[in-house]
Protein backbone atom coordinates (compact mmCIF):
# COMPACT_ATOMS: atom_id res chain seq x y z
CA UNK A 1 0.00 0.00 0.00
CA UNK A 2 1.44 3.37 -1.03
CA UNK A 3 1.49 6.25 1.82
CA UNK A 4 -1.49 8.40 2.21
CA UNK A 5 -1.11 12.13 0.82
CA UNK A 6 -0.83 14.69 3.78
CA UNK A 7 0.58 17.85 1.87
CA UNK A 8 -0.89 19.59 -0.74
CA UNK A 9 1.12 22.07 -2.48
CA UNK A 10 -0.11 25.12 -4.39
CA UNK A 11 1.59 27.09 -7.13
CA UNK A 12 0.09 30.81 -6.12
CA UNK A 13 2.62 33.12 -7.18
CA UNK A 14 1.03 33.53 -11.07
CA UNK A 15 0.69 37.65 -11.68
CA UNK A 16 -2.93 36.58 -13.14
CA UNK A 17 -2.17 38.91 -16.46
CA UNK A 18 -5.53 37.11 -18.10
CA UNK A 19 -8.07 39.06 -15.60
CA UNK A 20 -6.16 42.54 -15.76
CA UNK A 21 -7.21 44.57 -14.75
CA UNK A 22 -8.92 42.76 -11.98
CA UNK A 23 -5.92 41.40 -11.09
CA UNK A 24 -3.49 44.33 -11.06
CA UNK A 25 -3.99 44.53 -7.47
CA UNK A 26 -5.71 41.36 -6.36
CA UNK A 27 -4.44 38.16 -6.61
CA UNK A 28 -6.01 36.32 -9.46
CA UNK A 29 -6.70 33.17 -6.91
CA UNK A 30 -8.86 35.36 -4.72
CA UNK A 31 -11.63 35.60 -7.76
CA UNK A 32 -14.81 34.52 -6.45
CA UNK A 33 -16.82 32.34 -7.67
CA UNK A 34 -20.23 32.84 -6.06
CA UNK A 35 -19.17 33.70 -2.83
CA UNK A 36 -16.03 31.96 -2.29
CA UNK A 37 -12.76 32.45 -3.68
CA UNK A 38 -10.41 30.38 -6.26
CA UNK A 39 -8.05 29.11 -3.14
CA UNK A 40 -10.26 28.77 -0.80
CA UNK A 41 -12.07 25.92 -2.99
CA UNK A 42 -9.23 24.00 -3.87
CA UNK A 43 -8.04 24.17 0.04
CA UNK A 44 -11.56 22.40 0.72
CA UNK A 45 -11.15 20.16 -2.04
CA UNK A 46 -7.22 19.04 -0.32
CA UNK A 47 -8.79 18.90 3.03
CA UNK A 48 -11.66 16.48 1.51
CA UNK A 49 -9.14 14.54 0.43
CA UNK A 50 -7.40 13.67 3.47
CA UNK A 51 -4.80 16.68 3.45
CA UNK A 52 -3.77 18.06 6.28
CA UNK A 53 -0.77 19.89 5.49
CA UNK A 54 -1.29 22.63 3.12
CA UNK A 55 1.54 24.74 1.32
CA UNK A 56 1.29 27.72 -0.51
CA UNK A 57 3.79 28.63 -3.11
CA UNK A 58 3.84 32.58 -3.48
CA UNK A 59 4.95 35.75 -4.90
CA UNK A 60 5.11 39.61 -4.17
CA UNK A 61 1.27 40.82 -3.93
CA UNK A 62 -0.50 37.62 -2.38
CA UNK A 63 -1.51 39.76 1.24
CA UNK A 64 -5.20 39.40 0.72
CA UNK A 65 -4.62 35.16 0.02
CA UNK A 66 -2.61 34.91 3.13
CA UNK A 67 -4.95 37.07 4.98
CA UNK A 68 -7.90 35.05 4.17
CA UNK A 69 -6.39 32.33 5.79
CA UNK A 70 -5.92 34.55 8.98
CA UNK A 71 -8.81 35.05 11.77
CA UNK A 72 -10.29 38.28 11.82
CA UNK A 73 -11.39 39.05 15.06
CA UNK A 74 -13.30 42.32 14.65
CA UNK A 75 -14.94 40.81 11.86
CA UNK A 76 -16.26 37.91 13.90
CA UNK A 77 -16.85 39.99 16.73
CA UNK A 78 -19.17 42.58 15.15
CA UNK A 79 -21.01 39.68 13.15
CA UNK A 80 -21.82 38.07 16.93
CA UNK A 81 -23.20 40.95 17.93
CA UNK A 82 -25.30 41.67 15.18
CA UNK A 83 -26.51 38.03 15.38
CA UNK A 84 -24.95 36.55 12.49
CA UNK A 85 -23.90 33.25 13.63
CA UNK A 86 -24.63 32.01 10.39
CA UNK A 87 -21.90 33.98 8.59
CA UNK A 88 -19.45 33.95 11.47
CA UNK A 89 -19.94 30.02 10.12
CA UNK A 90 -19.12 31.14 6.80
CA UNK A 91 -16.03 32.75 7.39
CA UNK A 92 -14.39 30.22 10.15
CA UNK A 93 -15.72 26.63 9.60
CA UNK A 94 -13.36 25.94 6.59
CA UNK A 95 -10.26 27.21 8.43
CA UNK A 96 -7.31 25.02 8.57
CA UNK A 97 -5.90 24.68 12.10
CA UNK A 98 -3.22 26.88 13.47
CA UNK A 99 0.10 25.03 12.06
CA UNK A 100 -1.94 23.57 8.98
CA UNK A 101 -0.64 26.35 6.60
CA UNK A 102 3.35 27.20 5.07
CA UNK A 103 3.96 29.66 2.98
CA UNK A 104 7.20 29.77 0.74
CA UNK A 105 8.16 32.33 -1.72
CA UNK A 106 8.56 31.38 -5.54
CA UNK A 107 11.34 34.85 -6.11
CA UNK A 108 10.68 34.56 -10.15
CA UNK A 109 8.49 32.79 -12.26
CA UNK A 110 10.25 30.42 -13.75
CA UNK A 111 8.07 27.69 -14.59
CA UNK A 112 5.37 25.47 -12.64
CA UNK A 113 8.25 22.97 -11.77
CA UNK A 114 10.41 25.50 -9.89
CA UNK A 115 6.98 26.76 -8.21
CA UNK A 116 6.94 23.43 -6.84
CA UNK A 117 10.48 22.64 -6.11
CA UNK A 118 9.98 25.74 -4.09
CA UNK A 119 8.66 23.23 -1.91
CA UNK A 120 10.46 20.34 -1.34
CA UNK A 121 11.55 20.88 1.88
CA UNK A 122 8.63 21.68 3.53
CA UNK A 123 7.36 18.19 1.73
CA UNK A 124 9.85 16.59 2.36
CA UNK A 125 10.15 12.47 1.46
CA UNK A 126 6.69 11.77 0.84
CA UNK A 127 4.04 11.60 -1.55
CA UNK A 128 2.21 14.96 -1.98
CA UNK A 129 -0.59 16.91 -4.12
CA UNK A 130 -0.08 20.21 -5.78
CA UNK A 131 -3.68 21.60 -6.86
CA UNK A 132 -3.96 24.87 -9.19
CA UNK A 133 -6.92 26.82 -7.92
CA UNK A 134 -7.44 27.81 -11.62
CA UNK A 135 -8.49 24.71 -12.44
CA UNK A 136 -11.77 24.27 -10.37
CA UNK A 137 -14.16 20.87 -10.53
CA UNK A 138 -17.21 20.58 -9.88
CA UNK A 139 -17.89 17.04 -8.40
CA UNK A 140 -19.89 14.58 -6.17
CA UNK A 141 -16.83 13.46 -4.52
CA UNK A 142 -13.76 15.76 -4.59
CA UNK A 143 -11.50 15.72 -7.61
CA UNK A 144 -8.57 14.95 -5.38
CA UNK A 145 -10.47 12.85 -3.03
CA UNK A 146 -11.26 10.50 -6.05
CA UNK A 147 -7.53 10.61 -7.33
CA UNK A 148 -6.21 9.92 -3.24
CA UNK A 149 -8.22 6.68 -3.43
CA UNK A 150 -6.66 5.28 -6.96
CA UNK A 151 -2.98 6.54 -5.22
CA UNK A 152 -3.60 3.85 -2.44
CA UNK A 153 -3.54 1.04 -5.44
CA UNK A 154 -1.41 2.26 -7.55
CA UNK A 155 1.46 3.88 -5.94
CA UNK A 156 3.92 6.73 -7.79
CA UNK A 157 2.64 9.17 -9.65
CA UNK A 158 -1.24 10.48 -10.62
CA UNK A 159 -2.83 13.01 -12.47
CA UNK A 160 -6.13 14.16 -12.93
CA UNK A 161 -6.80 13.75 -17.18
CA UNK A 162 -9.22 14.13 -19.83
CA UNK A 163 -9.49 14.16 -23.36
CA UNK A 164 -9.71 17.41 -25.28
CA UNK A 165 -9.66 17.76 -28.88
CA UNK A 166 -6.38 17.30 -31.17
CA UNK A 167 -5.82 20.56 -31.86
CA UNK A 168 -5.70 21.43 -28.25
CA UNK A 169 -2.51 19.34 -27.21
CA UNK A 170 -0.06 21.85 -27.77
CA UNK A 171 -2.15 23.72 -24.80
CA UNK A 172 -1.53 20.56 -22.05
CA UNK A 173 0.75 17.96 -20.88
CA UNK A 174 0.24 14.95 -23.08
CA UNK A 175 0.24 11.20 -21.92
CA UNK A 176 1.94 8.76 -24.45
CA UNK A 177 -0.54 6.09 -23.10
CA UNK A 178 0.44 2.27 -22.42
CA UNK A 179 -3.23 0.48 -21.06
CA UNK A 180 -6.22 2.46 -20.73
CA UNK A 181 -9.14 0.68 -19.39
CA UNK A 182 -11.88 3.77 -20.05
CA UNK A 183 -10.80 5.27 -16.35
CA UNK A 184 -7.48 4.68 -15.62
CA UNK A 185 -4.54 5.36 -18.13
CA UNK A 186 -1.35 3.74 -17.52
CA UNK A 187 1.31 5.91 -19.05
CA UNK A 188 4.70 5.31 -20.48
CA UNK A 189 5.88 8.90 -21.12
CA UNK A 190 4.74 12.28 -21.03
CA UNK A 191 5.12 15.04 -23.59
CA UNK A 192 4.68 18.80 -22.65
CA UNK A 193 2.27 21.11 -25.17
CA UNK A 194 3.10 18.93 -28.33
CA UNK A 195 2.33 19.63 -32.17
CA UNK A 196 -1.46 17.75 -32.58
CA UNK A 197 0.28 15.82 -35.66
CA UNK A 198 3.34 14.07 -33.63
CA UNK A 199 0.99 14.21 -30.06
CA UNK A 200 0.98 10.49 -28.69
CA UNK A 201 -2.64 10.70 -27.29
CA UNK A 202 -5.47 13.90 -26.59
CA UNK A 203 -5.33 12.37 -22.97
CA UNK A 204 -4.35 15.82 -20.97
CA UNK A 205 -3.42 16.68 -17.84
CA UNK A 206 -5.61 19.11 -15.75
CA UNK A 207 -4.75 20.32 -12.34
CA UNK A 208 -4.20 18.09 -10.25
CA UNK A 209 -1.18 16.02 -9.21
CA UNK A 210 -0.26 13.72 -6.91
CA UNK A 211 3.66 13.13 -6.96
CA UNK A 212 5.88 10.71 -5.62
CA UNK A 213 8.82 13.00 -4.53
CA UNK A 214 11.71 11.68 -6.81
CA UNK A 215 10.27 14.14 -8.89
CA UNK A 216 12.35 16.88 -6.61
CA UNK A 217 15.83 15.00 -7.48
CA UNK A 218 15.02 15.86 -11.41
CA UNK A 219 13.60 19.51 -10.60
CA UNK A 220 17.37 20.07 -8.65
CA UNK A 221 18.48 20.29 -11.94
CA UNK A 222 16.28 23.49 -13.09
CA UNK A 223 16.72 22.17 -16.18
CA UNK A 224 14.21 24.32 -18.37
CA UNK A 225 11.56 22.66 -21.15
CA UNK A 226 9.06 24.35 -23.50
CA UNK A 227 8.51 28.33 -23.07
CA UNK A 228 11.88 28.40 -21.37
CA UNK A 229 10.68 27.23 -18.04
CA UNK A 230 11.34 24.60 -15.74
CA UNK A 231 8.31 22.36 -16.70
CA UNK A 232 6.68 19.92 -13.99
CA UNK A 233 5.64 17.49 -16.73
CA UNK A 234 9.32 17.36 -17.81
CA UNK A 235 10.29 16.22 -14.35
CA UNK A 236 7.27 13.96 -14.11
CA UNK A 237 8.48 12.25 -17.68
CA UNK A 238 12.31 11.89 -16.33
CA UNK A 239 10.98 9.56 -13.49
CA UNK A 240 8.91 6.90 -15.35
CA UNK A 241 10.02 3.58 -15.44
CA UNK A 242 11.28 4.29 -12.00
CA UNK A 243 8.02 5.19 -10.47
CA UNK A 244 4.78 4.16 -11.97
CA UNK A 245 2.65 6.89 -13.56
CA UNK A 246 -1.23 6.70 -14.01
CA UNK A 247 -4.16 8.92 -14.95
CA UNK A 248 -7.27 9.31 -13.71
CA UNK A 249 -10.50 10.14 -15.66
CA UNK A 250 -11.81 11.72 -12.42
CA UNK A 251 -15.68 12.08 -12.23
CA UNK A 252 -16.79 15.91 -12.39
CA UNK A 253 -16.32 18.73 -14.94
CA UNK A 254 -13.79 21.01 -14.32
CA UNK A 255 -13.59 24.62 -15.39
CA UNK A 256 -10.74 26.75 -16.48
CA UNK A 257 -11.24 29.65 -14.46
CA UNK A 258 -8.00 31.15 -15.72
CA UNK A 259 -9.71 32.34 -18.62
CA UNK A 260 -12.53 34.84 -18.21
CA UNK A 261 -15.85 32.95 -20.21
CA UNK A 262 -14.66 29.80 -18.38
CA UNK A 263 -14.25 31.97 -15.09
CA UNK A 264 -18.28 32.89 -16.05
CA UNK A 265 -19.35 29.09 -16.89
CA UNK A 266 -18.01 28.23 -13.47
CA UNK A 267 -20.48 30.98 -11.12
CA UNK A 268 -22.96 29.55 -13.83
CA UNK A 269 -22.75 26.17 -12.67
CA UNK A 270 -21.81 26.33 -9.33
CA UNK A 271 -24.78 28.99 -8.90
CA UNK A 272 -26.92 26.25 -10.55
CA UNK A 273 -25.70 23.43 -7.99
CA UNK A 274 -26.93 25.56 -4.92
CA UNK A 275 -30.10 24.98 -3.18
CA UNK A 276 -29.86 28.90 -1.91
CA UNK A 277 -28.54 30.30 -5.39
CA UNK A 278 -30.50 27.51 -8.57
CA UNK A 279 -33.44 29.21 -9.01
CA UNK A 280 -32.41 32.85 -9.33
CA UNK A 281 -29.54 31.26 -11.38
CA UNK A 282 -31.85 29.66 -13.80
CA UNK A 283 -34.26 33.45 -13.89
CA UNK A 284 -30.89 34.66 -14.78
CA UNK A 285 -30.42 32.89 -17.86
CA UNK A 286 -33.92 33.08 -18.89
CA UNK A 287 -33.66 36.50 -18.41
CA UNK A 288 -30.67 36.99 -20.91
CA UNK A 289 -31.58 34.30 -23.67
CA UNK A 290 -31.91 35.69 -26.79
CA UNK A 291 -36.11 35.84 -28.00
Known amino acids: MSRRVRKAVFP ?3 MGTRFLPATKAMPKEMLPVVDKPLIQYAVEEAAAAGCEHFIFVTGRGKNALEDHFDNNPELERILKDR ?4 LVEAVTSWMPK ?3 ISYTRQSEPLGLGH ?22 ILAKT ?12 VGGHVVAVSDVPRE ?15 RLAKAKGLVEKPDPEVAPSTLSIIGRYILHPAVFDVLDKKEK ?14 TIG ?12 RFDCGDKVGWLEANLAFALARDDTAEAARDLIRRFQPQ
Open 168 to 182: HTKRYGILDVEFDNG
Open 225 to 238: GAGGEIQLTDAISQ
Open 83 to 86: GKFD
Open 12 to 14: VGG
Open 98 to 100: SGQ
Open 115 to 136: AVWCARDLVADEPFAVLLPDDL
Open 142 to 153: ACLKQMAAVHTE
Open 242 to 253: MVPFHGLRFEGQ
